[in-house]
């Protein structure tokens, strides 16, 4: 028996090293093994353990992959073979899917329908994948393929992500449109940490106008026709859910994104009073975060509900909008501003502006800290450190400024006062005198 087990050991690396061969060298061979022995149809290859298949497939050889799998039908179960998964767990109709192509995932399917529910290590189903790495047409396909067996069943992995969580995090928006089409309560899904797609929409600014530089071109998308929308009854479920959960919304101001903004207070204009655990409202965290462009639509809104209400309300510890401005910025807005001067004059204007746009009477305001302060005290306070670090980039700068001066004067000096190509030591006359260039 132990001679027996060895010798198909030493049959399967044979049967292996060919293989390997064939495929460095000609996939014709790799199908004409594939014919004659059936045992290569399971032969793992490399450390990511890939079959011959599983290589075809991620190489987008589509005749190879047809071949193979007729190849494989022939000999006995299919399943066995076409669910092998390599080592990130995926079988060929996983790989098929991430590459986009209907003919390999068809003719895959067409032997084994079931690998539709498999999943890999992540969770994800073939249709997960097309969704994450954004194949349309690969995924319009499967999804009409699972269609007929609970395709909810197929939309979902491990962390709860939805297909449309992952279009969007992609950044295929036609992707996404296609399944809001197909599934509108998806747009209702959260995943385990309570995100749905509206807010992984909100982590993504360049998908929108204030996000993003057009040049004059691509700016004709702006200005096309607006397709009539469905209404939908739950939008202002999601617009409420995005306000009132503010670890999510702080990510929509952060990346000041307006239009997102203006369309939830659009559809949902009461939420400009919800408020942050710190009782903070959207005016108040505009101001503290720096979002200069959601501030001023805020204050240029005539439509809002109680606009000075919102205006002039204060967060748990008194402080009114003016106390924020007063506030140093966060390192991170501060860091994409150079040289310490630089931060200090936007921090001014920042201040000024907003204490320019609020009711005089804000700048006396005293907050509830102990000691009680002042919006100009607290930005004394804050702002001390990049105060003096302002300073000294302003002397060092000088500073050169003035030793390049005197440089600049001792050269012009020289050379006014010298006789360009010198003189004759006998007589003290130019030596280019009378040459034109003289």
Known sequence: MASTSDADASDLESIRRKLMKSLASSWEEVVQIYEQDPRAHKIEIGPSRNTALHIAVS?????????????????????DVLSIRNRDGNNPLHLGASLGSIS?????????????????RERDTPLLRAARYGKKDVFLWLYDMCEGNAPHDYCQNRFGETILHLAIEGGYMDLAFQIICKQEDLMDSVDWHQISPL????????????????????????????????????????????????????????????EMVEKILQLFPMAIHDTSDFNQNIVLAAVENRQSHIYDFLLNSSHLIDKEGAFQAVDCNGNNALHLAGKLAGDGYLQRIPTSM???????????????????????????????????????IQHHELEDKSKQWLNSTSNSCSFIAALIATVAFASSASVPGGVKQDTGEPVFENHPAF
């Not at 190879?64 to 494989?72: D, F, T």
């Not at 807010?199 to 702006?222: C, D, M, Q």
């Not at 931060?343 to 009711?359: A, I, T």
């Open 342 to 380: 630089l931060q200090m004059q936007w921090e001014v204007k920042w201040y000024q502006y907003v204490q320019n746009s609020l009711p005089p009477h804000f700048v006396v305001q005293k907050n509830w800290d102990e000691p009680s302060r002042t919006p100009d005290e607290i930005f004394q």
């Open 199 to 258: 807010h992984v929409l909100a982590e993504k600014p360049t998908a929108f106008r204030s996000g993003i530089h057009l040049g004059w071109f691509n700016k004709i998308i702006y200005h096309c026709k607006i397709l009539q929308t469905k209404p939908n009854q739950n939008v202002c479920k999601m617009s409420f859910l995005i306000f009132v959960d503010w670890g999510t919304t702080a990510i929509v101001l952060a990346n000041g994104i307006v």
């Open 104 to 120: 390999m995932c068809r003719c895959i399917t067409d032997e084994c329908k079931e690998l539709l529910g498999y999943r890999n």
């Open 59 to 79: 190489s987008g050889r589509e005749g190879i992959v047809e071949r193979l799998v007729k190849s494989i039908a022939k000999n006995g179960n299919p399943v």
